[in-house]
């Protein structure tokens, strides 16, 4: 019989921890939140380099990493931007921290599947372009994001989308690029705007 395992215990916890923690907020934002916001960006990109960019890339799987790509936060929880990346000895010894949680997740799994979510959990295991298009969606949301608390007349975020419209600038990415003008306008529309 195979022993209790503690991971979707865990993994559910993801609720639990808010983002932009350092930022006053119209609307909270939670990490499970973000992860589904993250997966159905990125299976978006992905289908856009698949079928306008002939790109070969499954979808479906990029979308299925994309739900993961926090996952280890139920164990380090959600640092902020400005600390995390405040200098790149912090940002390389956060992602050990990150690649250990990661290990540590999927050792809470039965043995008989660890094989199987070792492809998800562990972000080494993704192919170099699975890993740009999760990061773009990431990116993305937290862009997103920035454009719909400004809407909402909160200018704390100001600073932060400027900074992420500058990261975005930066991806050399058709798909991307592709996103931004199809569907990003509508991030600062009021509901009534975006019914009509």
Avoid at 46 to 60: H, M, S, V, Y
Avoid at 66 to 94: C, M, R, W
Avoid at 95 to 101: G, L
Avoid at 106 to 118: I, N, R
Wanted: charged fraction near 20%; aromatic fraction near 10%.
């Amino acid at each position: 019989m195979t022993a209790n395992s503690h991971f979707f215990a865990h993994l559910f916890r993801m609720k639990l921890i808010n983002r932009w923690p350092l930022m006053r907020n119209v609307t909270t934002e939670n990490v499970a939140e973000h992860s589904h916001q993250v997966a159905v960006v990125a299976h978006m990109l992905a289908t856009i380099r698949r079928e306008l960019f002939q790109g070969e890339i499954n979808p479906d799987r990029v979308a299925t990493l994309a739900l993961f790509h926090d996952a280890s936060e139920v164990l380090t929880g959600d640092l902020p931007t400005p600390v995390k990346y405040f200098n790149a000895q912090i940002a390389q010894e956060y992602k050990k921290i990150e690649q250990i949680a990661e290990q540590k997740l999927l050792a809470m799994l039965p043995p008989e599947l660890q094989a199987h979510y070792e492809r998800l959990l562990l972000s080494d295991s993704y192919s170099q372009t699975e890993k740009q298009l999760v990061k773009a969606a990431d990116t993305l949301c937290a862009y997103g994001k920035t454009l719909e608390e400004i809407s909402a007349g909160n200018h704390e975020f100001v600073l932060a989308q400027k900074r992420l419209e500058g990261m975005l600038a930066t991806y050399d990415l058709p798909e991307v690029k592709y996103f931004l003008q199809v569907f990003v306008p509508s991030f600062s529309l009021s509901l009534d705007e975006i019914s009509q």
